[in-house]
């Protein structure tokens, strides 16, 4: 989350590199995971949602309402691995039906923008 907000602030040459540092480090995500859960699919523990796959979740399956409010996308080719994780739980019937709704997220968080760049 906090890696969001440099994103969301920074314009131009700043922002492509705070944009290519948050890929690395997601490279580097996807490298453990794939070390350490090299044959749990489509989650981490199964078929059932596991705390690692919560987390997740929580922090990533809304990342096109951030990518349509901030107008910063991410190489979902370049991290295919962590992107297919991120969709198999977008298909989850539990994580439907806690997401909120697509354009009051998108809505929202363009309404917090001008309270980020203040602080």
């Not at 987390?55 to 295919?80: I, P, W």
């Not at 991120?86 to 709704?101: F, G, N, S, Y």
Request: hydrophobic share 35%; proline share 5%.
């Amino acid at each position: 989350m906090p890696s969001r907000y440099p994103i969301i602030a920074l314009k131009g040459k700043e922002q492509e590199k705070v944009k290519e540092n948050f890929s690395e480090l997601l490279s580097v995500y996807e490298e453990g995971i794939a070390r350490d859960f090299q044959q749990r699919s489509p989650f981490f523990n199964g078929e059932t949602l596991g705390f690692l796959d919560i987390m997740v979740a929580s922090n990533s399956c809304n990342y096109r309402a951030f990518s349509e409010a901030v107008g910063v996308t991410l190489d979902q080719e370049k991290h295919s691995a962590f992107f297919t994780w991120v969709h198999a739980l977008q298909d989850c019937h539990l994580i439907k039906e806690t997401l909120p709704p697509h354009d009051k997220l998108v809505a929202k968080i363009r309404e917090r923008i001008p309270k980020l760049d203040s602080k």
